[in-house]
């Protein structure tokens, strides 16, 4: 599979990440809306001879977000040493590994009103957004800072996750 054998400790869970019909509906819209914005440039510059930088910059920006936020999976992994996130997507992957003696609190949905009022600085986010499942939010210490994890994930993880910190569990109604 994708992951380093030198890696030996036991995940206690695991779950990726999933796609949803409407999801990539949305997304092949906004990829043909991207090919219009190229097809718009490439006449300008061709045909008319009017080469605009910024516009085929944002075209390529445009490309490379859109890969990011629909080409790359996710892989979420409970161990015994703390919740481990794997991205990866176009030959490249991406890890991160939060300990749990460094989680602050942790909800069932992302509640933009409520977590901005916070004293969150950094937002982390990890998740598809093909998946069709509920945002959620872990916050934890970095460096002495909170930060908030953004991720989708079944609620079946969300109980795995709730049943070994009960007292950080933040519950919103959805």
């Given at each position: 599979m994708y992951f380093c054998a030198k890696e030996n400790e036991l995940e206690a869970y695991k779950e990726e990440s999933k796609s949803g019909y409407t999801q990539w509906l949305f997304a092949y819209a906004a990829l043909g809306l991207i090919a219009l914005s190229w097809a718009y440039e490439a006449y300008q510059t061709f045909v008319l001879y009017r080469f605009s930088l910024m516009g085929w910059g944002y075209n390529l920006l445009f490309v490379v977000l859109w890969a990011w936020r629909c080409l790359f999976r996710y892989t979420y992994e409970l161990t015994g040493k703390g919740i481990r996130i794997v991205?990866?997507?176009?030959?490249?992957?991406?890890?991160?590994?939060?300990?749990?003696?460094?989680?602050?609190?942790?909800?069932?949905v992302y509640k933009r009103s409520f977590f901005r009022k916070t004293a969150i600085k950094k937002y982390v986010r990890r998740y598809s957004s093909v998946d069709p499942r509920p945002l959620r939010i872990l916050v934890y210490k970095e460096n002495g800072k909170l930060t908030g994890l953004l991720f989708k994930t079944s609620d079946a993880f969300l109980a795995q996750l709730r049943q070994r910190f009960p007292n950080q569990y933040l519950e919103f109604p959805e």
């Amino acid at each position: 599979m994708y992951f380093c054998a030198k890696e030996n400790e036991l995940e206690a869970y695991k779950e990726e990440s999933k796609s949803g019909y409407t999801q990539w509906l949305f997304a092949y819209a906004a990829l043909g809306l991207i090919a219009l914005s190229w097809a718009y440039e490439a006449y300008q510059t061709f045909v008319l001879y009017r080469f605009s930088l910024m516009g085929w910059g944002y075209n390529l920006l445009f490309v490379v977000l859109w890969a990011w936020r629909c080409l790359f999976r996710y892989t979420y992994e409970l161990t015994g040493k703390g919740i481990r996130i794997v991205m990866f997507g176009l030959c490249w992957e991406r890890r991160i590994m939060i300990s749990y003696d460094a989680i602050e609190s942790f909800s069932n949905v992302y509640k933009r009103s409520f977590f901005r009022k916070t004293a969150i600085k950094k937002y982390v986010r990890r998740y598809s957004s093909v998946d069709p499942r509920p945002l959620r939010i872990l916050v934890y210490k970095e460096n002495g800072k909170l930060t908030g994890l953004l991720f989708k994930t079944s609620d079946a993880f969300l109980a795995q996750l709730r049943q070994r910190f009960p007292n950080q569990y933040l519950e919103f109604p959805e």
